[in-house]
């Protein structure tokens, strides 16, 4: 089953225009993670938050996470076509015995047009 | 560093073969994590292997099966190959840093179709 949920899961935007996308969460979590994937390649790390902060910054990426809420945003700032992936949120699951696993949701699609 | 490599990079299999992919992580990660990308079920995940020893399961039949050797290199094997086993598989490596999944590096891939 997802940990996280993406939304929306499809977007679609101008080129210099703001992408966000939002992810929910079911269980307490100890950090949060975002990565990209270009069409049917491999997965690029973005960022790692820890559940103790409010808000992180990458260059034109911008996550926040509300733990209260169960909740995180990624902001991509002045989007490029070069933005056009899927991006996925990604929580640290309880697997047992003292160990944790990488759950991901299903991703949003965002195409930036040029 | 080189990244993550994966191979081979596409396979082409009937149903009923086994295959087997490999995986080599950077240089210095002891984690390799491995994961199952259908357009159906997203992205699922298989297992992780840590210093050769099988540290996380997820929820797939014993059919999917991994091992980890001395130089951290992966291989995943699935036997008795069924249609709904056609995907992109996906390895990806860690550092351990603490107890909890940190950045992982992940590999192109290696697409598998089952006719």
């Known amino acids: 089953s997802q940990q996280g949920e993406e939304d929306p899961q499809a977007l679609s935007i101008q080129e210099g225009e703001n992408a966000t996308m939002n992810c929910s969460y079911k269980?307490?979590?100890?950090?949060l993670q975002w990565y990209r994937q270009n069409s049917g390649r491999g997965l690029v790390h973005l960022i790692l938050i820890r559940s103790n902060e409010r808000e992180k910054h990458s260059g034109r990426l911008r996550v926040t996470l509300d733990t209260s809420k169960k909740s995180s945003s990624l902001l991509i700032t002045a989007s490029r076509a070069a933005d056009t992936a899927s991006y996925f949120c990604?929580?640290?699951?309880?697997?047992?015995?003292?160990?944790?696993?990488?759950?991901f949701g299903k991703g949003t699609k965002l195409s930036v047009i040029p | 560093k080189a990244g993550v490599t994966q191979t081979p990079r596409y396979l082409i299999k009937t149903r009923g073969q086994q295959v087997t992919l490999s995986c080599s992580p950077i240089s210095g990660h002891r984690s390799v994590s491995w994961y199952q990308q259908t357009p159906g079920q997203g992205l699922q995940f298989l297992f992780e292997y840590f210093s050769e020893t099988q540290r996380n399961k997820g929820n797939f039949p014993g059919r999917f099966s991994g091992r980890q050797f001395s130089n951290s290199r992966s291989e995943m094997n699935v036997s008795t190959l069924e249609l709904g086993d056609s995907a992109l598989y996906l390895c990806a490596s860690s550092l351990v840093t603490g107890g909890f999944p940190d950045e992982q590096f992940f590999g192109p891939g290696t697409r598998l179709t089952v006719l």
């Open positions: 269980t307490s979590i100890n950090n």
């Open positions: 990604a929580t640290d699951t309880y697997s047992g015995a003292g160990s944790y696993q990488l759950t």
